[in-house]
């Protein structure tokens, strides 16, 4: 596992004497993570067969946080500590709502915990912290420009997420932490769009609030997912165009594709009713039932209107899962 050689200009790093809370324990309790996925995988022709990012210890017994895109089908997962300790470790579970995953070492990395902290003791314009594995370098002092609803044209959405600028570009698992140094976000995006970054910005991240672990952290430790009704999902890729929801792009044998859904089209109606942004759509569909539930569209295709009906799946059915679930 290689290490990155880049760091950050000292003016951007944050310094010990300048927080108020153990930069060092901080830096400490992250690791580098990496995993390999099959190539039959159902998400390695998208998120590839050797994926790299960061994990945070959030537990005594070496608990690792992470974010879910990282370790999904994983057939295999290291982690190595700051000082250079590697060990295996096992991909317990993922939440595709939130996206947040969780992954135990196979072996002692005896590191300090990351304190926990929430969204709620940090606002727009605060100073915060972006810590990646790697130490010092790899730490950016970094300002909030955003609290936010966010939705992903993946079929996924947060009622409200936190963006950060300037953008830290090992962004994948890192933590955010306040000024007191609990984390209250994890990693999960690098953003462009300049209403994520109020205009201030070519390049930010987004993070996922640390507040939504603990609802889902029990299910996550025994099941690897969240336990109760799965919401449905078909498979659709949708940009939001001109005030148009435009189907960008389909998963290859998804409910989407099957049922004749095709790129470019519009999408007009959802059960009979108008959406009007990327969240209002993904909530819809996902207010239609469990999954295995029928949902209707209308769409415009080249200015015709045509009526379609998509049978959801549970997406997990598609994946690998691991052993011990």
């Known amino acids: 596992m290689a290490d990155a050689k880049w760091t950050f200009p000292e003016a951007l790093q944050p310094k010990a004497d300048e927080v108020d809370f153990n930069l060092e324990a901080a830096m400490d309790a992250m690791v580098q993570l990496r995993s390999e996925v099959p190539a039959q995988a159902f998400t390695a022709g998208i998120l590839g067969t050797e994926r790299t990012g960061n994990g945070v210890v959030i ?73 990646a594995a790697g ?38 698992g890192a933590a955010l932490l306040d000024q007191s140094g609990q984390m209250i976000g994890l990693g999960s995006l690098l953003v462009q769009d300049r209403e994520s970054l109020a205009g201030e910005a070519d390049q930010g991240n987004m993070f996922v609030p640390i507040d939504l672990l ?25 940009q939001q165009a001109k005030g148009h929801l435009v189907v960008s792009g389909l998963s290859d044998h998804g409910p989407a594709a099957r049922a004749g859904i095709q790129s470019g089209d519009v999408i007009v109606e959802v059960q009979g009713q108008r959406c009007s942004g990327l969240a209002e759509l993904f909530r819809r569909i996902w207010a239609c039932g469990p999954a295995g539930v029928e949902i209707s569209f209308t769409l415009a295709r080249k200015g015709v209107l045509t009526h379609v009906r998509v049978c959801s799946i549970d997406r997990n059915e598609l994946m690998f899962k691991p052993s011990l679930h």
């Open 59 to 131: 537990r005594e017994d070496g608990l690792i946080l992470t974010i879910g895109y990282l370790i999904t089908e994983a057939s295999a997962v290291w982690l190595k500590s700051r000082r250079g300790k590697v060990v295996p470790a096992h991909p317990l579970g993922y939440d595709q709502a939130t996206g947040l995953g969780l992954v135990m070492p196979l072996g002692k990395l005896e590191l300090p915990v990351m304190p926990r902290g929430s969204i709620t003791s940090a606002g727009e314009g605060d100073e915060v912290y972006a810590l």
């Open 135 to 172: 130490g010092r370098g790899h730490a950016l002092k970094a300002r909030i420009v955003g609290r936010r609803e966010f939705a992903g044209y993946w079929e996924y959405v947060l009622d409200e997420a936190l963006f950060t600028v300037p953008a830290h570009p090992q962004w994948g």
């Open 214 to 238: 603990a609802p889902i952290e029990q299910d996550l430790l025994r099941f690897g997912r969240v336990s109760g009704p799965v919401r449905p999902w078909i498979g659709i890729y949708v």
